[in-house]
């Protein structure tokens, strides 16, 4: 923890689960959006990034994990002795936060603003019902970094909230399609056939699909990204075996735009939905910030890698800025195929720089905190984008994933026998079941 003055006044309080940083989506979100943080103070659950935070000159890591609801009170209480708060975002992935933001809520009456970006309660055990619930009922605005995402919580908990994409900064954007793609007949007849990558997989199960797609596939990658987290690589040797080149992370983000223009394609690994999927919360719906990055700042055509009823996927259907492929050599090299096809490069760009303004908010910040005040959006900028979406798609496809579960499931009558059946999920598809029942009838 850094301090450069004793206390602050009506501060607005940050809480995340780690530090934030360039080293994961939420940390580089969080950065984007407040740029002044003069009067802000920032707190999470935990470290794993070995301490690197320099987000706020006011910021704590409570080691909070494990700890009790009443705990995590009296440790609030103290390290904002002296201070007052106005306002509050927090950004829960594990019931600590919001452990945390309503200690806060409770010491200062400060509005909640609750940012759903990770699912830890539909599709995973992170969050029980009822903390989930309560948060939700005393947060003042509640956004959803997905469509989906927005669908299923609305569905379960029956409460307003609104879809709130990530967004970049107006210096990043670009609506200007790149001279070697500005047109069919500018644009060379063997179109760069080396895709890019960008960001982390925080899925071992996608990394290990996606190398032995891209070895058989005989496709070359470059990746700008976590490529030195150890934890998901295997045999790391091997990677340029499998086709997929290391390039680490770039100084800016200006120079990674730059250079993921001049790419003919993007790949994003996602969730395949099925027994080899280890993350379907993420999977269902999570909207990873690398796609709308991506999109708005080199209109480059994404190639999203799993099944079509991920939210990655559904995004990049929807808008038209990119297709989908199997986990399959034949399926990728098919959609590597059609991408840079010069009249589907031209239109696919041409698509994303349609959007672009639509994610480009450089008072994010601002908005956050004004609809927060107001209730609700001041305005309709992503609400409009949102428009072309279908509110029922992804709850059904939600519901849908939950009853195939269930069908195999009713007849168990114990997680001893659910876990012979199904050694990969056991228990969890229990849960799926017990979700299953309170919202088949919501639809």
């Known amino acids: 923890m850094t301090v450069t003055q004793s206390t602050l006044t009506d501060a607005d309080v940050i809480i995340n689960a780690v530090e934030i940083n360039d080293r994961h989506g939420v940390g580089i979100l969080l950065q984007r959006i407040f740029k002044d943080r003069s009067n802000t103070i920032s707190i999470r659950a935990l470290n794993i990034y070995d301490g690197d935070h320099s987000f706020c000159d006011f910021n704590y890591s409570l080691s909070a994990i494990g700890l009790s609801r009443a705990e995590i009170f009296v440790k609030i209480k103290e390290i904002l002795a002296g201070h007052t708060v106005k306002r509050i975002l927090c950004i829960p992935y ?8 309503l200690a806060v809520h409770e010491l200062f009456g400060a509005k909640i603003c609750t940012y759903l970006m990770d699912d830890q309660n539909i599709l995973a055990d992170g969050i029980p ?9 005393k947060s003042t605005l509640r956004l959803a970094i997905s469509s989906e995402m927005r669908d299923v919580y609305t569905a379960k908990y029956g409460c ?15 609506t200007e399609i790149p001279l ?4 069919i007949d500018q644009m060379s007849e063997n179109i760069h056939q080396t895709g890019a990558m960008i960001g982390n997989i925080w899925s071992s199960q996608w990394f290990q ?11 070359q990658l470059d990746w700008y990204g976590n490529s030195g987290a150890d934890w998901n690589m ?7 075996t499998d086709g997929i080149t290391e390039r680490g992370f770039l100084p800016t983000e200006a120079e990674l735009a730059t250079v993921l223009r001049n790419h003919a394609y993007i790949v994003v690994p996602s969730g395949t939905l099925d027994e080899r999927d280890d993350n379907h919360a993420t999977s269902l719906l999570s909207l990873p910030s690398r796609i709308p990055f991506v999109m708005a700042t080199s209109n480059t055509p994404i190639i999203v890698v799993g099944s079509r009823n991920t939210a ?7 808008l038209q800025i990119g297709t989908v492929a199997d986990y399959d050599p034949v399926s990728f090299r098919t959609a590597v195929t059609y991408v840079t096809q010069p009249q589907i490069q031209l239109q696919m760009r041409q698509n994303a720089a349609r959007q672009v303004p639509h994610f480009v908010n450089e008072q994010m910040d601002e908005w956050i905190w004004q609809s927060l005040a107001a209730g609700e959006p001041i305005d309709r900028q992503f609400a409009e984008l949102d428009a072309i979406s279908n ?7 939600c519901l849908n994933l939950m009853k195939g579960y269930q069908a195999k499931i009713k007849t168990l009558e114990t997680p001893i026998n659910l876990s012979k059946l199904f050694p990969i999920y056991g228990e969890y598809r229990v849960r799926l079941r017990r979700i299953w029942l309170q919202m088949k009838g919501q639809l």
């Not at 019902?129 to 009922?137: I, P, Q, R, T």
């Open 180 to 183: 070697a793609f500005a047109s």
């Open 160 to 174: 307003k909230i609104n879809f709130a994409p990530p967004v970049i900064p107006a210096k990043l954007a670009n």
């Open 209 to 219: 699909l996606l190398r032995t797609m891209t070895r058989e596939a005989g496709v």
């Open 129 to 137: 019902d009822d903390v989930m619930g309560e948060m939700l009922s």
């Open 312 to 318: 990655a996927a559904r995004f990049v259907e929807r």
């Open 391 to 397: 509110y029922t798609e992804a709850f059904t496809a």
């Open 234 to 240: 295997g045999n790391r040797s091997q990677l340029a």
């Open 94 to 101: 594990h019931q600590e936060e919001i452990f945390m933001a």
